[in-house]
């Protein structure tokens, strides 16, 4: 019979614990770079809707011809926090090379929290995007926010990245640019 003794017990729990260490997710604090990126192959054809400020259905199919970087959040998880300035940034960078950045918020306090999280945060070349019933997260099988899809001009998603990043970094913009063509 073996003997159990709290000691043991307690180096089992601890071994077991540095085992599942490597496989979590990053700290919601730390913004990861584009290496981060998951790249799909071949692409996959994407139908996605989501509402605009005002309520009026949007959906991917809008944006056709575009290349777009499609980013799941909500105005209360920390690392879409972090992560927010880095679009908005993304966005001026590239608006001139027929890229568009779009946040769908999954709040569910609706266009007036969001507007004021980008106000609060100087958020000025964003739209008020919504999915206030995760509708997209849960047709794209996400499994945590923020998470970003960038799809090309056919409306095919070619890569995703879960987590936070720094969208305005030079190789992030390198990165999308390249998807334009």
Known sequence: MTDVTRRGLVAAAAGTLAL????RK??????QG?????LMSPPRKLDLHFTDADGA????????GKT????????????????????DDL?????RDDVVV?????????AAVVRRFYADHQIANLPVLLDPKNALAYSLKVRGIPTTLLINPQGEEVGWLEG????????AVTVIRKVRG
């Open 20 to 23: 599942a260490t490597p496989l």
């Open 26 to 31: 990053p700290r919601a604090q730390e913004i």
């Open 34 to 38: 584009i290496t981060a990126l998951r």
């Open 57 to 64: 259905p949007r959906s991917l199919a809008d944006y056709a």
């Open 68 to 87: 777009v970087v499609l980013n799941l959040w909500a105005t209360w998880c920390v690392p879409c926090v972090r992560e927010m300035p880095a679009l």
């Open 91 to 95: 966005a001026k960078l590239v608006a």
């Open 102 to 110: 779009l946040p769908v918020s999954s709040d569910r306090g609706g």
């Open 164 to 171: 936070a990043a720094d969208w305005s970094s030079p190789d």
